[in-house]
């Protein structure tokens, strides 16, 4: 019996896992798969586990019997079936394959029942459990049928209007339980607003909206600094108004720099080692005023992007970061960009700002506000003195070291495995590194498309190997 057949009938991510080891030791024993790593990696199906396990997939991948399907079973994560699920119509196929050709005693339906499941999940069924073996057992689907029906008889209740919506139920329950810790929250809507339909909404006006709590923030300012050697100016003067602690909270400013020289990833960066939240808003592409709203009375009405990011989030002070603000374009008559940003970047009009798509005042004064642009002579004055303009300065050789680590770390992550399985550039590869990218611009962005390339054509040449 093939083992990805096996797998699809077993119920438990341990018992899967010596299963496929054992079979992968015998198929591939140059792969040097020891039975003591095996044994560690039993008892916890982390993040880094699942990683192991697609990189695992990759060396077995051009197996004739699956061997690289039970991997990727295996790394499968039913909280992001999106993304993790791809492999389930290949199952399929195996499956139908192996059905026509078998002489197996196993029913057909007890395969396909399964398989279904798998499918289920892959296509937005919830998951009762992280392990995606036992997701998909007989005793843990049951519970999750049951569950979901009853899920669905509140949900049910709540718009006959015996129970509150569960997205208020939810705010209140983590406003108590912030208000118990003595955590720090706000009041976004008010909480007499009644003219609201939006659950999401709704759950804003019900309770008070957590507030990020700043880190210690000279960690945060070291592996910027790491990760950005060219910026070490320009990271100080982005975390100088944080305090540890305290809400997240810093006067807006603008990132100035060359094109290509990484300003929008070093926000993105920020955001990440401070835990915050960040949503991003193209200015590239605006050219008009619709980041404030739009009007209630339009069929296309919308809030302002602010309080968008306040609602997904569920975060009082995530933070917004307007990409290209100089490229923006002005529409004759529906505004511009630089007009709408206005009152948000004062505390006082952010305070009570009235959002013209849900016809409401909103406390919008916590939100955060950073900028990139590469001429800020074309911003308006008025923008220019509320913010803080930071200079980023475009990287030199002598800075390719760590601008090299920090990108292979991004490329672990693109391609979903652990940064510590990609090894470091050696000497001869920053080398070459160097003289291509010498000879070009010498911006990030062509220095990751360096990088990228000198890593593939590695990983070809091992393949090949």
């Known amino acids: 019996m093939q083992i990805w057949i096996d797998l699809l ?3 438990s991510w341990s018992i899967a896992l010596f299963k496929l080891a054992q079979v992968t030791i015998e198929r591939y024993p140059e792969i040097r798969l020891e039975p003591d790593m095996v044994r560690q990696k039993v008892f916890s199906i982390a993040h880094n586990q699942r990683s192991w396990c697609r990189h695992m997939a990759r060396r077995t991948r ?3 019997d699956g061997i690289d399907l039970g991997w990727l079973m295996l790394a499968a994560d039913p909280s992001n079936a999106a993304v993790t699920y791809n492999f389930v119509d290949r199952l399929g196929d195996r499956l139908v394959a192996w059905a026509q050709e078998s002489d197996d005693v196993i029913p057909d339906s007890l395969l396909i029942n399964r398989l279904d499941r798998w499918s289920q999940i892959r296509d937005g069924q919830p998951a009762r459990v992280n392990d995606p ?3 998909v057992s007989d005793a843990v689907w049951i519970q999750a049928g049951k569950v979901a029906r009853d899920d669905e008889k509140e949900d049910d209740a709540a718009s006959s209007g015996f129970f509150y919506p569960l997205e208020v139920k939810k705010a209140r329950q983590a406003a108590r339980e912030r208000e118990e810790a003595g955590l720090p929250s706000l009041q976004v809507i008010d909480s007499t607003t009644t003219t609201l339909k939006d659950q999401r909404y709704k759950a804003l006006a019900a309770a008070t909206t957590a ?6 923030v000279r960690p945060v300012a070291d592996a910027l600094r790491a990760e950005f050697p060219h910026a070490a100016a320009a990271i100080e003067m982005m975390l100088v108004d944080l305090r540890e602690g305290e809400p997240l909270a810093f006067r807006p400013f603008v990132l100035l720099g060359e094109p290509g020289c990484g300003k929008s990833r070093l926000l993105r960066r920020m955001a990440e080692h401070l835990g915050a939240k960040l949503r991003r808003y193209d200015g590239a592409s605006s050219s008009d005023n619709a980041f404030g709203g739009t009007p ?6 919308a809030p302002c992007f602010p309080l968008m990011a ?3 989030f569920k975060v009082a002070n995530p933070i917004v970061m307007v990409d290209e603000i100089d490229k923006a374009g002005i529409g004759y008559y529906s505004g511009s960009l630089g007009q709408a940003l206005m009152p948000f970047l004062e505390k006082e009009t952010a305070s009570a700002y009235p959002d013209i798509g849900l016809d409401i005042e909103a406390n919008l004064s916590a939100v955060n506000y950073c900028m990139t642009a590469n001429d800020d002579t074309k911003l308006p004055s008025p923008l220019r003195d509320r913010c803080r303009i930071i200079r980023v300065p475009s990287p030199d050789i002598e800075h390719l070291p760590g601008l090299a680590a920090a990108i292979l770390r991004d490329i672990a992550v693109d391609q979903n495995i652990d940064p510590r399985w990609l090894a470091p550039l050696a000497g001869d590869e920053l080398d070459v590194v160097a003289r291509a990218w ?3 611009d010498r911006s990030v962005r062509k220095l990751q498309k360096i990088i990228s390339a000198t890593v593939t054509a590695r990983t070809e040449c091992a393949v090949r190997h």
């Open 211 to 216: 507030l990020t709590v700043c880190p210690e």
């Open 296 to 301: 209630k009375r339009w069929a296309n009405a």
């Open 133 to 135: 073996f036992a997701a």
């Open 9 to 11: 009938l077993t119920d």
């Open 310 to 312: 306040v609602a997904e």
């Open 438 to 440: 010498s000879a070009s």
């Open 62 to 64: 051009l197996d004739p």
